[in-house]
């Protein structure tokens, strides 16, 4: 079974400044998709970044990037120039392919502070 | 291009009570979804749907059903609610990729419910 590690419950960053939220996950598959979403205080969840892990070239989205090692099985999200806006809980997610279940990691509070 | 919706956005039910909740996509996915989040875990899955007319029982099925009987709606009942079934249910639909695989989920805005 597939599992998605989170080991910050919560983090805080100052405005304008980096910060880098940790994933690890279990699996013994080797072709899956990696996700990051975001949910901020009005729950719905939105799409940060995806990564499929057949790719060796790091996903990027605006201020968005992650760093995706695949054989240390880490898949981390790093935030540039933070905004006030980026205040929310991010799950790092998994799921193989052919299969139905996304799997969930227990989420990382984010506070961005001015 | 409303995405995934969700109704209602808020409901209170007493034990013992049903009731359905609604998901609807105009993004003519095949894949959709039901979770539920509860504080301190991510979402689980309780049903899901790989396209109309069929459902499958996800993590957490018991005390609920499901059906899709149009591709783009996906229906979650509950039939005798209880207070530990006080959540927040999200519904998402993802496409079919090349291959037969699943691709990204998107999520509606979420339903919360209370049962007393």
């Known amino acids: 079974a597939q599992t998605v590690t989170q080991s910050q419950p919560e983090m805080s960053v100052q405005e304008a400044e980096t910060v880098t939220l940790s994933c690890t996950y279990d699996t013994s598959e080797s072709n899956y998709y990696l996700f990051w979403y975001k949910q901020p205080p009005s729950r719905q969840m939105i799409l940060v970044i995806r990564?499929?892990?057949?790719?060796?070239q790091n996903a990027t989205e605006n201020r968005f990037s992650v760093n995706f090692q695949k054989a240390a099985k880490s898949f981390s999200l790093k935030i540039s120039d933070s905004q006030l806006g980026d205040t929310a809980m991010y799950f790092c997610?998994?799921?193989?392919?052919?299969?139905?279940?996304?799997?969930f990691g227990t989420g990382t509070r984010l506070q961005v502070t001015l | 291009n409303a995405g995934v919706t969700q109704t209602p956005k808020f409901r209170v039910l007493k034990t013992g009570q049903s009731m359905t909740l609604l998901c609807a996509q105009d993004?003519?996915?095949?894949?959709m979804y039901w979770y539920r989040q509860d504080p301190g875990m991510g979402l689980r899955l309780i049903h899901y749907s790989v396209g109309e007319g069929t459902t499958a029982k996800g993590e957490v099925p018991d005390g609920y059903n499901v059906s899709r009987l149009k591709k783009q709606n996906f229906l979650l009942g509950l039939e005798s609610a209880a207070p530990s079934q006080t959540s927040v249910y999200f519904c998402a639909s993802s496409p079919l990729r090349a291959g037969g695989y699943q691709e990204t989920q998107y999520f509606g805005p979420g339903t919360r419910l209370l049962v007393l």
């Open positions: 997610a998994f799921i193989s392919y052919g299969a139905s279940k996304l799997t």
């Open positions: 993004m003519n996915h095949e894949y």
């Open positions: 990564q499929e892990a057949y790719k060796q």
